[in-house]
T-cell receptor, first 115, second 113 residues
Framework: AQSVTQLDSHVSVSEGTPVLLRCNYS??????LFWYVQHPNKGLQLLLK??????LVKGINGFEAEFKKSETSFHLTKPSAHMSDAAEYFC?????????????FGTGTRLQVTL | DGGITQSPKYLFRKEGQNVTLSCEQN?????MYWYRQDPGQGLRLIYY???????QKGDIAEGYSVSREKKESFPLTVTSAQKNPTAFYLC????????????FGPGTRLTVL
């Protein structure tokens, strides 16, 4: 079984300050991990992915995430927030079962960016 | 441009009616998925298909049906048996091998009147 916990349902930062969105996972297998972003009434866009290569993963729009197996964490960070970063962010764990890939989504973190 | 299209963007249904949501992809992906999104609950898998003419139930398949007659198309029917169908529905596709990242369509918001 696998699960994902996004530790904050809502995060508010000022423009230009760092962003930290926290994610912990559990999995019986070696997982792939993803962060997706969703703007209001839109589909999900992939920010970055971890697939057992480098533990520090760089994504689009200046985001990055570090896979820490000992802590079972995959936190998303960005050095300086921009107003356009305001959206909902989903941490996702994927496990290949031999016949299909099963994705489990976290419940999301809404990022608010203020002036 | 390659991608996934969903139609309509907004859909209104009267209680007791079946409605069909369209999903088309031109990414040449073998696998396609339907998710339901409710506020504060993330995404939940309804159905998925890995090959034409075959599909499997996800976590919340009751009250829904799908077909996969073509590789490019994976329509979802919300039947009158679905007791609480008002939600945002997202279609996705992926390759079967590799990192298995899923690519999402823009979604359909269904409202039952």
């Amino acid at each position: 079984a696998q699960s994902v916990t996004q530790l904050d349902s809502h995060v508010s930062v000022s423009e230009g300050t760092p962003v930290l969105l926290r994610c912990n996972y559990s999995s019986s297998y070696s997982p792939s991990l993803f962060w997706y972003v969703q703007h209001p009434n839109k589909g999900l866009q992939l920010l970055l992915k971890y697939t057992s290569a480098a533990t520090l993963v760089k994504g689009i729009n200046g985001f990055e995430a570090e896979f820490k197996k000992s802590e079972t964490s995959f936190h998303l960070t960005k050095p300086s927030a921009h107003m356009s970063d305001a959206a909902e962010y989903f941490c996702v764990v994927s496990v290949y079962t031999g016949t299909a890939s099963k994705l489990t989504f976290g419940t999301g973190t809404r990022l608010q960016v203020t002036l | 441009d390659g991608g996934i299209t969903q139609s309509p963007k907004y859909l209104f249904r009267k209680e007791g009616q079946n409605v069909t949501l369209s999903c088309e992809q031109n990414l040449n992906h073998d696998a396609m998925y339907w998710y339901r999104q409710d506020p504060g609950q993330g995404l939940r898998l309804i159905y998925y298909s890995q090959i034409v003419n075959d599909f499997q139930k996800g976590d919340i398949a009751e009250g829904y049906s799908v077909s996969r007659e073509k590789k490019e198309s994976f329509p979802l029917t919300v039947t009158s048996a679905q007791k609480n169908p008002t939600a945002f529905y997202l279609c996705a596709s992926s390759r079967l091998s590799g990192s298995n990242e899923q690519f999402f369509g823009p979604g359909t918001r269904l409202t039952v009147l």
